[in-house]
């Protein structure tokens, strides 16, 4: 089955610089990945997502790009604000079918002010 | 609020007894799914419907479990004979097929 690593799992960054996270997919078949952010003790809430016919997509400051030969999928923050403090998981799945998602390990993401 | 809603929001039980969650989906939401999520790990899929049909489970569904959604509408998740392990934070989703995933705020399962 589907196995998705993500990195890093914690972050701290400098209000207004730059976040990267970065996951990895185990199986070829898997054509959506979305992003979750969850704050603490809140349901994860999506962010952002990405299909496999896409290479990149930008909503604001929040962009996600896919590498489907490398298996691999990033979520880029731009000028990070300390609102953008939470846990982000990335996912994976395959959109027909039962469409469940298998999720990383989760980023705790800190904006220091 | 019109999102998905799970009810209680918090079950402290003492180990063998037998809980029971409730989740109400977003109503025009034909897709209904459970996730489990463990401290400081993301949400693990356990099951899912489509209207009332439950059409696949996971391997961490052990026999103990048992989830139903009798008129495609809203769904329940038992556990009998509660064990520690079942501690965690059990999330229901919902979302039309192939849309985005609409996750509830969860039901947090203390076992003693």
């Not at chain 1, 990195?7 to 959506?32: F, W």
């Not at chain 1, 604000?81 to 998602?101: H, I, N, R, T, W």
Request: with cysteine; glycine share 8%; hydrophobic share 30%.
């Amino acid at each position: 089955g589907e196995n998705v690593e993500q990195h890093p799992s914690t972050l701290s960054v400098q209000e207004g610089d730059s976040a990267v996270i970065k996951c990895t997919y185990s199986d070829s078949a898997s054509n959506y990945f979305p992003w979750y952010k969850q704050e603490l003790g809140k349901r994860p809430q999506l962010i952002i997502d990405i299909r496999s016919n896409v290479g990149e997509k930008k909503d604001q400051r929040i962009a996600v790009t896919l590498n489907k030969t490398a298996k691999h999928f990033s979520l880029h923050i731009t000028e990070t604000q300390p609102e953008d403090s939470a846990v982000y998981f990335c996912a994976a799945s395959m959109s027909q079918g039962a469409q469940k998602l298998v999720f990383g390990q989760g980023t705790r993401l800190t904006i220091n002010p | 609020d019109t999102g998905v809603s799970q009810d209680p929001r918090h079950k402290i039980t003492k180990r063998g007894q037998n809980v029971t969650f409730r989740c109400d989906p977003i109503s025009e939401h034909n897709r209904l799914y459970w996730y489990r999520q463990t401290l400081g790990q993301g949400p693990e899929f356990l099951t899912y419907f489509q209207n009332e049909a439950q059409l696949e489970k996971s391997r961490l569904l052990s026999d103990r479990f048992s989830a139903e959604r009798p008129k495609g509408s809203f769904s329940t998740l038992e556990i009998q004979r509660t064990e520690q392990g079942d501690s965690a934070m059990y999330l229901c989703a919902s979302s039309f097929t192939g849309g985005e995933l609409f996750f509830g705020e969860g039901s947090r399962l203390t076992v003693l």
